[in-house]
């Protein structure tokens, strides 16, 4: 699959069913971004994707191609929608684009609900400088173990964050993984995932851009990757970050 000043188009398409879910579901979706810990709208930056969406069963036995907000994405989607969201292209043109240094600070946040269903409280003086938080006292966890993971995408030449859609190479720059299990945790593996938490509140989310990251326009996706396939994706992408860097560096080779 998968900066100075970066440009950064935000995609808030979920690739694997980005965690965005009423709490039965178990999805739900990464909706807010904080650069050096001021949060911004919620979907500014990020580009949406459509709901309902008709993508591509995922098995024989589960043949509905019917895709909700909150649905995961799965392997054997739609390219494009694996890539960066569902139909992400087609709100491409409505996102904003930030403008971010290297070394600057971004900070990610997930709601649980559909965006019918958000309310102020969700996302106003949440506990801990959070972007998102439960207005009805539930724990705004990750209910699916995997990594957090994000990944940039220099725009190729003759385009912009506008018409790139993702097709080229990706870099992670990202991950927020395991840790061994201690003895005051629950019974269980010996490590934990670190999103998920044994179902308790996960650590922020939150990176630094590369201070080698090349100037120039980037797209950029965060994603939750379950065992089984993309559980929750945002493309973030700051699809079309724009980098300003008096110097040349390099990031490292693509990391899929």
Known sequence: MKPSSLRVLLKAAIIAAVLTFPLVQGHSTFVRIALNGHWQDP???IRNKTSPY?????TVDYPSTLRLYNDPTWPIDRPESVRCGRDHMKHASKTDIMIVRAGDTIS???QLYEPAEWTTAQFLDCPQGRGTCD???YTMGLF???PVVAHLSKVPEGQDVHT????GEWVKVYTLGVRTRGSGDFQGPPFIWLPRNDGKLPPKF???????TPSGEYRMTVSEDMHY????????????GRIWDGEKFGLDKPVY
């Not at 008709?54 to 995922?58: E, H």
């Not at 939150?206 to 080698?212: G, L, N, Y």
């Not at 559980?231 to 700051?238: K, L, M, N, S, V």
Request: hydrophobic share 30%; proline share 8%.
């Open 135 to 137: 207005d009805k006292g």
């Open 229 to 240: 396939g993309r559980a929750i994706d945002e493309d973030f992408t700051y699809p079309g």
């Open 108 to 110: 990610f946040a997930h």
């Open 144 to 146: 699916h173990d995997g």
């Open 164 to 167: 790139y859609d993702g097709s």
């Open 206 to 212: 939150e990176f630094s851009i590369p201070p080698q």
């Open 54 to 58: 008709d993508d591509v069963a995922v």
């Open 43 to 45: 979907l500014r930056y």
